[in-house]
């Protein structure tokens, strides 16, 4: 098939022994542990899961010196689970969601945060705040099949080795198979979809010549720095 111009690149996470995973959508769970949303002002007894997006480019591989973003003096990390689906479908049951997933990864939501503020404050959408370039780093997707579904385990970020986040899976509010039916009752899921489950309490702002370190036991670990 001719294009009028040439077709963009397919953004691909790698594969840990693997193909590279090629990405469809990028979702985002919106303060999924009850300590973060507290942290943010937010009570987590009162809400049901709510979801925004980045653009699939917006991947960048783990170990990468990325660009301090553009019009920004409060760019905040959180560290997440990342979901990697290998079949879709609408209104997964929850009990069939996890046949869903093909495997895991450790990503960063990272978010403009003034932006972000500025949008809420004024009823608009986050766009600007959470999907601009490199916002959306990720380590290797470590498959289902070889590490199981984790339900529970360390999840943690350090800054230039210092601590910033340091939680459990399990203290997530709404966990892997529940976001996913969820989810699939909003949007049809497709192969190729990721999903980013929330981050836990810590989040803070980094600066250009910062280095952040971070992992999920069992799933694997996620650096970056930003250029000085």
């Given amino acids: 098939m001719a294009f009028a111009i040439d077709p963009p690149a397919q953004p691909i996470v790698p594969v840990a022994g693997g193909d590279p995973f090629p990405v469809r959508r990028i979702y985002c769970v919106g303060r999924n542990y009850a300590a973060h949303a507290r942290e943010m002002g937010h009570d987590p007894d009162r809400e049901p899961p709510f979801f925004f997006m980045k653009p699939a480019d917006a991947v960048t591989p ?5 660009d301090y973003p553009p019009a920004t003096a409060d760019l905040h990390h959180e560290i997440e689970l990342v979901v990697a689906l290998s079949a879709g479908g609408a209104d997964i049951a929850e009990a069939e969601a996890l046949e869903h997933v093909f495997g895991y990864a450790v990503g960063l939501d990272m978010t403009r945060r003034d932006l972000q503020g500025e949008a809420k404050s004024k009823g608009r959408p986050w766009d600007t705040g959470k999907g601009f370039d ?13 590490i199981g579904h984790p339900g529970s385990g360390r999840i ?3 800054v230039n080795e210092g601590s910033r986040q ?10 892997i198979p ?3 039916a969820y989810l699939s009752g909003l949007f049809r899921l497709c192969p ?3 999903i980013f489950t929330g981050t836990p ?3 803070a702002a980094v600066g250009p010549g910062d ?4 992992g999920v036991d069992g799933v694997g670990t996620l650096s970056v720095r930003y250029r000085a």
Avoid at 166 to 174: F, K, T, Y
Wanted: charged content about 25%.
């Fill in 62 to 66: 783990d170990g990468s010196e990325i």
């Fill in 134 to 146: 490199q916002s959306a780093p990720i380590g290797a997707i470590r498959p289902a099949a070889e």
């Fill in 156 to 158: 943690w970020l350090s």
């Fill in 166 to 175: 340091d939680s459990d899976l399990s203290h997530m509010i709404w966990n």
């Fill in 178 to 180: 529940e976001t996913i």
């Fill in 192 to 194: 190729g979809d990721l």
């Fill in 201 to 203: 309490e810590g989040v």
């Fill in 211 to 214: 280095r952040l370190d971070g």
